[in-house]
């Protein structure tokens, strides 16, 4: 279960660093926006998950839609996009836990989108059920996020370690979902695919604590309830594993990233 306060806390941390290590969240939310053709259905959008406000800038200046609300849970990530998006004057910010979104004059949007952001989310399937409720007859729900393998190698290297130093096997992050599933709960919350692809990014690092450091400024911190305990024994030997056996030839450390677009009609 993740822990949305921990969530916000490791975002509003990050962000003064966070634009500087964004190189594959803006290839990202470039490729998302790639995939929706500019159909003059955007009218009253819907982002979840601004963070830097990156992609929301991208749409007011790509789209300019009549209306954008920019919603994030972090207040921090919600100011830095107040500052990017400056010279727009059609987006409301709300700080809040989009997985938990009603809007009391029960509006809605011609397009819900999100980069990056549902692998934060505890119950998908409510949410992508919500969001189909919110989205007008007609209307489109544009997003992608990380799931099942991102991180394969830290994962499979803390098992390692735990198994090693006789230690319960936990897992040092949240639980991602495969494809078949997220396609399975977006098939159960009504919507119907108009496109959708998976890719794998392979991020190259100097080393195990660069690593570390780089995935903590993207707020990539475990936000898991049970965080458990991690004795320096095993955090050891999870840096000694990992370097030894996920290093390519230039013995530089490598981290896959799984992502999944979608682009879905109401
Ligand atoms: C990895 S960043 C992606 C930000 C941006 N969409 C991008 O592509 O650069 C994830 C963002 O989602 C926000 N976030 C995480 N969980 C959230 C939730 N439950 N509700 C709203 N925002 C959330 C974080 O604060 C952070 O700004």
New binding site residues.
């Given amino acids: 279960m993740i822990n949305?306060a921990f969530?916000?806390k490791h975002?509003d941390r990050s962000v003064s660093q966070?634009d500087k290590g964004?190189g594959l969240?803006?290839f990202?939310?470039d490729k998302l926006l790639a995939m929706a053709s500019l159909n003059g259905h955007k009218k009253n959008i819907l982002?979840?998950?601004?963070?830097?406000g990156?992609?929301t800038s991208m749409i007011c200046s790509g789209w300019n839609p009549e209306n954008l609300t920019a919603?994030?849970?972090?207040n921090n990530?919600i100011e830095s996009t107040k500052e990017r998006c400056l010279f727009h004057d059609n987006i409301e910010f709300i700080r809040?836990?989009?997985?938990r979104l009603s809007f009391e004059d029960g509006r809605k949007f011609d397009l819900v989108v999100?980069?990056?952001?549902f692998q934060?989310?505890n119950d998908i399937y409510s949410s992508f059920k919500h969001y189909h409720s919110m989205i007008e007859d007609g209307g489109e729900f544009l997003f992608s996020m990380f799931v099942e393998d991102t991180f394969c190698e830290l994962f499979q290297a803390f098992e390692k370690a735990c198994v090693i130093n006789k230690r319960p096997a936990m897992k040092p992050g949240q639980k991602l979902f495969g494809v078949g599933k997220v396609r399975e709960f977006l098939r159960a919350a009504g919507f119907k695919e108009k496109d959708s692809f998976f890719e794998k990014h392979v991020v190259t690092f100097s080393s195990f604590d660069d690593l570390r450091e780089k995935i903590k400024k993207?707020?990539?911190s475990n936000s898991n309830e049970d965080i458990g305990y991690i004795s320096k024994r095993v955090a050891f030997d999870l840096k000694k594993i990992y370097a030894a056996e996920f290093c390519n030839d230039k013995k530089e450390i490598q981290a896959t990233y799984s992502v999944f677009y979608y682009i879905g009609k109401k």
């Fill in positions: 949305k969530v916000q975002f966070y964004a969240h803006r990202i939310a982002e979840i998950g601004c963070g830097t990156y992609l919603v994030d849970i972090s990530m809040k836990d989009g997985e999100s980069s990056s952001t934060w989310f993207m707020g990539f």
